[in-house]
């Protein structure tokens, strides 16, 4: 059945591009090629190739490539990017012509760059929304803890995005939770994308050549998740020469160095970067540790004008140990091999063979075993960008994920151990997506962009599955009005490769603009989103214990339909941005977990699982300074995030008695001002400043004795707040010879943050004084002011 509907879903596919390659104009020719930086000969993405006299234009894709067709004549053509100068040709098209181009950077207006989407006036004209762009330059001035430039910790200063709080992992966007993004690095999954249990993140800011997180309006080519999309892409390496750079600060140091394999046709690129803040325990006899290290691979290479060979990874480790009786390591690992293939002028492919694995481990000597699980893919994918004409641009492709998940493995340590080696069922699943997408201007004033991604789940044997009475493995007493977990009735196995469940569902994605004037824009977007993996775990941010099981008989994939609706404005010649955009979320089969849940080890998760629901709706504002020597953005986010498991017949009561509930995510206010001020050649300034509401918390708001024993009793789940969170840093960049283009070039980063030394809240517990007996709530704080110096060199 499911390779009839991919045999269908194809042969559709293939005829709507035949149909449109039969309406193509033989008075009009093919302008394509290649966009590339002069000194590195790396790709670009996103340079607008424009027309001026015709008003039309494109952008290259990720890989540098455009195709523009236009009728036969003399044209003036405009080569334009942000941090770049601009490239005036006249070229004669009368016939399909080849013509790359190489830009060369401007330092000083790259010293201004901060929120880019590409080319303000694009963010106008097309439809696209809910897209926030960061360049590495303006990470890179970030004021950051630790002194550590962090590309997660950067995105939480965009609307609409923040995190579980101060030392914490992942991210969460309009309300949902670290689990529903997809994050891509050079398109392999990363599933944990923190060291250190959240103080910093996996990505090495020197290794990224591009960053862009979709909100909404996410493109057809993504799917797997129902928040977000954060798309990473590494630097390809230098093909004209070799560099190296470099930084060393308090607590990290970090390297990369890139070349030409052969110049011009190929190149490698090798980076990495580690901790040592262990190292100074150790000088004070303390056998305690905490330290990661990690490692970004790429070499690409050239066969030919239309063929090219990349072949990127990544691979990190975090270590953590006690006293040598406990330790924990946990990292990503990611290898993709991809080839660029240009059929034609005007039909661009790329085929990638992608593997990911994520693992997590534990070494207990004191309890006689250890304890390893994780989760690997191999995905296959082949996605085309067909260049119909100026006004139709078709993005079509498929993809294969087959998922390998570990719940865990336990073995013993040691001789003496009296540990028993165990398994836990492995579950493996099969995803599949193919989908078609057009981008098409209507009108000189209306675009749009729409398209369809049918994506198809199998649950896959081998394995033993358990059976319930009424196919319900959690039970209800009415009596005490609790949830329990219900007894197995009979279990029923399947081979392996067997299918035990499967789904398949249809996810719609449209965006349309409208031009008010060429300043000035509305745009609407509405996506539907489906995540068939999902993350056991009972805390509020990621944590390396967590779980990825897929879904089954009993947990159902997240669905989530979202609308937003936006107004863009560019003010003073584009100095000024001005972005509003309004949305609202639902997602379907949110998973929530009964009171007094066990998830560790747990072998029948089913057991303590219900699916609800959650909702998301609030307002953004992003207000941008795009140039001049002191630049920057203020974003602000009024929303909520809620949740609710009402009970599955009238005489269950559900979750909180099935009202709806703040989620965990739920922040009211989200306020971040972000500033850069470049006050000489030698001197730039940057701040960062963030005021958010209080992460929801349940608090005990009585007690009761029992057998002598104090037991505390809660309200509403989530109904109170840990205290509002804010805080303010600076860092002053110096660059002792701002001239110097060749040799060895350096800076120096000083940086304080929480300047004010702000004791946030990371979590409030409560106890019983000793000396009075009264209660007490006591906070946890994690950070209070931490100045830092680093020094970065290249050459």
């Not at 009368?94 to 190489?102: G, V």
């Not at 103080?199 to 993504?222: M, R, T």
């Not at 997408?437 to 749009?448: C, R």
């Not at 003010?571 to 998973?591: A, G, P």
């Amino acid at each position: 059945m499911i390779l009839k509907k991919i045999i269908y879903a194809s042969l559709l596919l293939l005829s709507s591009f035949s149909i449109f390659s039969q309406n193509t104009d033989k008075q009009k020719h093919t302008l394509s090629g290649t966009i590339t930086d002069s000194k590195s000969n790396e790709t670009l993405i996103a340079v607008n190739v424009l027309i001026p006299e015709l008003q039309v234009g494109v952008m290259t894709n990720e890989y540098g490539f455009y195709s523009i067709t236009l009728p036969e004549g003399k044209y003036k053509i405009q080569i334009t990017s942000v941090g770049y100068g601009t490239i005036e040709q006249t070229i004669d098209l009368n016939k399909n012509t080849k013509k790359n181009f190489e830009l060369t950077a401007n330092e000083n207006v790259l010293k201004e760059v901060v929120v880019t989407s590409a080319k303000t006036e694009a963010n106008i004209r097309k439809p696209e929304m809910s897209v926030n762009k960061l360049s590495i330059s303006a990470i890179k001035k970030m004021p950051v803890v630790m002194g550590e430039v962090d590309v997660i910790k950067s995105i939480l200063f965009l609307p609409g995005v923040t995190n579980a709080g101060e030392g914490q992992s992942g991210f969460n966007v309009r309300g949902g939770g670290a689990d529903q993004n997809l994050i891509l690095l050079d398109e392999a999954m990363i599933f944990n994308s923190s060291h250190v249990f959240g103080f910093f993140s996996v990505f090495n800011p020197d290794a990224i050549k591009d960053l862009k997180l979709y909100k909404g309006g996410i493109p057809s080519k993504y799917g797997g998740r129902v928040s977000s999309v954060l798309d990473i892409y590494q630097k390809d390496g230098n093909s004209n020469e070799f560099h190296m750079n470099g930084g060393v600060g308090l607590i990290t140091s970090r390297i990369l160095a890139e070349g030409p394999i052969v110049k011009d046709k190929g190149s490698f690129l090798i980076g990495g970067r580690a901790s040592y803040a262990h190292l100074f325990l150790k000088l004070a006899n303390n056998d305690n540790s905490a330290y990661f290290y990690d490692l970004n691979t790429k070499l690409n290479y050239k066969l030919n004008d239309n063929n090219n060979l990349y072949l990127s990874g990544y691979f990190g480790r975090d270590i953590f140990s006690l006293n040598e009786t406990f330790a924990n390591t946990y990292g990503n690992a990611t290898l993709n091999l991809r080839w660029n293939h240009l059929y034609n002028s005007k039909l661009f492919s790329n085929l990638s063979a992608i593997f990911s694995d994520y693992y997590y481990g534990l070494t207990l000597d004191f309890l006689g075993f250890n304890w390893d699980s994780g989760i690997r893919n191999f995905n296959l994918k082949y996605d085309f960008k067909y260049y119909l004409s100026n006004n139709i641009k078709l993005n079509f492709g498929v993809n294969s994920t087959y998922y390998d998940f570990n719940p865990g493995t336990i073995k013993p340590s040691g001789t003496n151990s009296g540990v028993n080696f165990k398994q836990l069922e492995k579950k493996y699943a099969l995803e599949n997506g193919i989908y078609l997408e057009a981008e098409q201007v209507l009108t000189d004033k209306l675009a749009v962009n729409y398209g369809v991604r049918y994506s198809f789940f199998n649950r896959l044997g081998n394995s033993t599955v358990n059976l319930y009475t009424n196919n319900q493995p959690v039970a209800y007493d009415a009596d005490l009005k609790i949830y329990e977990k219900a007894k197995p009735i009979g279990t029923t196995s399947y081979k392996k490769n067997e299918t035990i469940s499967n789904f398949d569902n249809l996810e719609p994605r449209i965006s349309v603009a409208y031009e008010l004037n060429k300043d000035q824009s509305v745009k609407a977007s509405y996506n539907r989103m489906v995540q068939y993996l999902q993350l056991i775990s009972n805390t509020n941010s990621p944590t390396p214990l967590d779980v990825w099981t897929p879904s089954d008989n009993y947990i159902k994939p997240q669905i989530a339909d979202q609308v937003a609706l936006g107004y863009f404005k560019n003010f003073k010649e584009n100095v000024y941005t001005l972005e509003l955009e309004s949305f609202y979320k639902k997602i379907k089969n949110r998973m929530d977990y009964i009171d007094g849940a066990d998830i560790v080890a747990n072998e029948a998760i089913e057991q303590v699982i219900l699916n609800g629901e959650m909702r998301s709706f609030g307002l953004e504002m992003l207000l941008r300074k795009n140039s001049g020597k002191f630049n920057g953005w203020i974003s602000y986010t009024l929303s909520k995030s809620q949740q609710r498991t009402p009970g599955r017949t009238p005489e269950e009561i559900g979750i909180n008695n099935g009202e709806w509930y703040r989620s965990a995510y739920d922040k009211l206010h989200n306020l971040a001002v972000t500033a850069n001020y470049t006050m000489s050649d030698k001197w730039n300034f940057g701040g960062n400043f963030t005021f958010q509401s209080g992460q929801p918390v349940t608090y005990p708001n009585g007690q009761y004795i029992y057998q002598g024993i104090t037991i505390p009793s809660y309200g509403e789940r989530n109904g109170n707040s840990l205290p509002i969170y804010h805080h303010l840093d600076v860092s002053a960049t110096y660059t002792p010879k701002p001239f110097k283009k060749k040799g060895w070039q350096s800076e120096w980063v000083f940086s304080i943050y929480n300047l004010y030394n702000r004791k946030n809240a990371a979590s409030i517990s409560f106890r019983e004084n000793e000396e009075t007996g009264t209660n007490e709530a006591v906070r946890l704080s994690i950070f209070g002011v931490i100045p830092s110096v680093s020094y970065n060199f290249k050459f």
